[in-house]
């Protein structure tokens, strides 16, 4: 048996325990990775909640890093399973890692070969798991679907959030000017420090007008949007011609839209999930030429799940909520 966060039962952050849970047997086609470190995903509070009503025991966790057992070679895992060969968009038998499939909040996990890469050669146990789940997505977003191109700006709404924090470093490794919003100065302050020129408060009356100022009034040509509840401003944020990404709903499910200002300026809304394999070894070449490492808010193992769960549903973090497994 191995140390896992199974759950059996769905509700709260208490719900949560390490337990005993049997040790996975690999299908055809699957590997053992012994995990050194996972990581905390938005996905992972949702799961827990019961939004997707998966059949009990199963173990979360989207991200990890560990060794393969076989071979010994250190891995990262990918989480997009099985998203098949078409790159517009994941195929039926698609499902991200960590429910119902066991995922990487355990000592060991078994997973289909081709979800193993190899570990970023400059990244430690803790940011190789910190990256893999916000790393795709933002990849995907910016570049896939908004194609987001070097002197361009580009807004990233929810500065604390761990998609976001990859997303301002992989736009200002790609030659990007990124803007941020968020909920507190001292989160934007840090989104500074990881390549942001500047940011607005979104709980402030007037934000759209304070973001379109900071570039000069023309306004942002990409904005990357998780909060959902925000596609009104995030419209409004853009410049003639311009893309919002969106891939999450944060903020609440549903917007109201102005259709005309939106045909008008141009503009386009562009819906993104996850990525698929070829845009996960993409990732790992822009993480071989970058100098940046994840943002990890904390540390913690794997028994005090429960308090990683809060302190992500409560927002006090600012990027990455990272299991220590070894
Ligand atoms: N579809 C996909 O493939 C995919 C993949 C990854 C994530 N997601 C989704 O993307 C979202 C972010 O994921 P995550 O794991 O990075 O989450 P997270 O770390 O929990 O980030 C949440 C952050 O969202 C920001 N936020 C909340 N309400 C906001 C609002 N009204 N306006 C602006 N920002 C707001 C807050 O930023 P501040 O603290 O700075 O205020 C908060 O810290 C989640 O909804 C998640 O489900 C989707």
Request: glycine share 12%; hydrophobic share 40%.
């Amino acid at each position: 048996m191995m140390q896992a966060v199974a759950l059996h039962e769905n509700g709260g952050p208490d719900v949560m325990r390490l337990r005993e849970h049997p040790d996975p047997t690999p299908r055809a086609g699957e590997v053992l990775v012994e995990l050194r470190a996972a990581a905390l995903n938005r996905r992972d509070t949702i799961v827990r909640q019961g939004v997707y009503e998966f059949p009990f025991p199963y173990v979360l966790g989207s991200d990890g890093a560990g060794v393969r057992r076989d071979t010994g070679e250190e891995v990262v895992v990918l989480p997009s399973v099985a998203w098949g060969d078409d790159e517009a968009a994941p195929g039926p038998d698609f499902q991200i890692l960590g429910g119902p499939d066991d995922g990487t909040h355990a000592e060991l996990i078994s997973i289909a070969e081709e979800n193993i890469f190899p570990k970023p050669a400059r990244f430690s146990w803790q940011e190789a798991a910190a990256f893999p789940l916000a790393g795709l997505t933002a990849y995907r977003a910016l570049f896939t679907r908004a194609q987001l191109v070097a002197g361009e700006t580009v807004a990233v709404l929810g500065a604390g959030s761990g998609v976001s924090t990859i997303a301002v470093q992989l736009a200002a490794q790609a030659g990007a000017r990124v803007f941020v919003t968020s909920s507190e100065q001292e989160k934007i302050d840090r989104a500074k420090e990881v390549g942001a020129e500047a940011g607005v408060d979104y709980t402030a009356d007037g934000w759209v007008d304070e973001l379109r100022g900071l570039t000069g009034g023309a306004g942002v040509d990409v904005v990357v949007d998780s909060v959902g509840s925000t596609w009104p401003e995030s419209l409004a944020s853009l410049s003639p011609g311009g893309r919002v990404v969106c891939f999450g709903a944060t903020g609440g499910t549903e917007a109201q839209l102005q259709v005309r200002p939106f045909y008008f300026g141009q503009a386009s809304l562009l819906g993104t999930t996850m990525g698929s394999p070829r845009e996960f070894a993409a990732l790992l070449d822009v993480i071989d030429r970058g100098d940046w490492a994840p943002v990890i808010d904390s540390v913690r193992p794997l028994a005090d799940a429960a308090e990683a769960h809060r302190r992500l549903e409560s927002r006090q973090h600012f990027g990455k909520l990272v299991f220590d497994v070894s």
